[in-house]
């Protein structure tokens, strides 16, 4: 009798306790439930918790302090050492218009807030590209750039708010922003900055500061994110919506790039991209008010969109690519060879054999892809996954 209460009592309990299994659902930190609700309840009895509130925009106030205080509290404020990773790239869906629009706004952004930077103006577009995908702010690309600017303390971005928009660029400067925008909004992505959707200068102290994931350095900006759920890649889940409104003060800009008049304003700025091989200057469109950095075009075939690139070995490497981007902009089809090595560049094209195997840089730009392609030789320089290696430079490490 003992024997059979005893193998009751089992049953039972063993009924029960698969019954409350059942349950339950162990919740992780996965893009499903981007809470992290570890080992949640999930039944007909209880629900799982509502998102957390939705993050506003930091107020713009800075700390009343002087440039060389503000660098030190700056420096005092530790980078995270949580992963840090790219964006994914940004694909435009919108009609002709408003991709005009939104590069105007974009090239707008990029040239008032980092000056004619070709690295400043890429990290500067990310930011502005990570913002339209995250909840807190606007669906367009205009709509991030100038929101708040409507009031003289609620700009998101200086420039829309300061009077800074009265300055006209230089020509060749504002194309070569227009050209960071447009790579930007073909997919290029600035990998350093992740998905930070904040930034300042160091010799500034914004009162939101401490209260963010301060992730890296890009010259003189500091970069930063949202703590938790809203800084992490599951967040950035925005649409664009489409709808692009353009600021009136940036209009003459854009009536200007559609007529292939020049709105901005005429300077001595002569900066050219010429070819230092046989076949003198580089006549293709745009081309010539691209600045090269300190690389330098070695040869060009421009009715087959080919150039040989000698690149400048101390550059940041993603900066190749955003230069591939320029040079192309234009063209229907484009190949771009570069290298940090000026022995190893052939003498024309085709490039084969070994000149390809000791390249530094590839870009592939065709009617099927038009938004191209970058390789780089991971043997020179790290890159975050194979697939953007160069074949042939595995091949020959192998």
């Not at 940041?316 to 022995?343: M, N, Q, R, Y």
Request: some cysteine; charged content about 15%.
């Amino acid at each position: 009798m003992l024997r059979a209460r005893l193998f009751l009592v089992l049953l039972v309990a063993a009924l029960f306790g698969c019954t409350g299994y059942v349950g339950y659902q162990l919740v992780g930190t996965d893009p499903v439930d981007p809470h992290g609700v570890q080992g949640q309840a999930v039944g007909a009895d209880r629900e799982l918790p509502p998102p957390p509130p939705l993050p506003l925009p930091p107020a713009t106030d800075l700390l009343p302090v002087e440039a060389d205080q503000a660098r030190r509290i700056n420096a005092q404020q530790p980078f995270v050492q949580a992963p840090n990773p790219a964006a994914a790239p940004f694909a435009f869906s919108g009609n002709a218009t408003d991709r005009e629009r939104a590069l105007t706004c974009l090239t707008a952004a990029v040239y008032y807030e980092a000056g004619d930077d070709a690295i400043g103006q890429s990290a500067v577009a990310q930011v502005i590209l990570n913002r339209m995908r995250h909840p807190a702010f606007p669906k367009t690309i205009c709509g991030v750039v100038f929101q708040g600017s409507e009031r003289r303390t609620g700009c998101q971005f200086t420039f829309t708010c300061d009077g800074a928009l009265a300055r006209k660029p230089p020509a060749p400067a504002w194309l070569r922003a227009r050209g960071a925008a447009g790579a930007a909004l073909a997919g290029f992505v600035f990998a350093p900055v992740g998905y930070a959707t904040h930034y300042h200068t160091d010799w500034v102290v914004p009162v939101w500061s401490a209260s963010m994931d301060k992730l890296t350095n890009v010259h003189t900006h500091l970069f930063f994110r949202w703590p938790g759920y809203y800084g992490k890649p599951a967040a950035f889940t925005g649409r664009y919506s489409g709808g692009e409104i353009i600021d009136a003060r940036i209009e003459p800009l854009m009536q200007a790039e559609a007529t292939g008049a020049s709105a901005v304003a005429s300077s001595g700025d002569d900066t050219r991209a010429t070819a230092d091989g046989t076949i003198g200057r580089v006549e293709v469109a745009g081309i010539n008010d691209v600045d090269l950095s300190g690389s330098a075009i070695k040869a060009a075939d421009p009715a087959s969109g080919q150039f040989l690139l000698k690149l400048e070995p101390s550059a940041f490497p993603g900066s190749f690519a955003v230069l591939s981007f320029k040079l192309c902009a234009d063209l229907p089809a484009c190949e771009i060879w570069g290298w940090t090595d000026a022995h190893a560049i052939p003498g024309g094209f085709p490039v084969t054999g070994a000149a390809r195997t000791s390249a530094s840089f590839h870009y592939l730009k065709t009617r099927e892809r038009p938004t191209g392609s970058a390789f780089w030789n991971c043997r020179q320089f790290a890159r975050a996954s194979a697939a953007q290696c160069i074949p042939v430079n595995l091949a020959a490490e192998r």
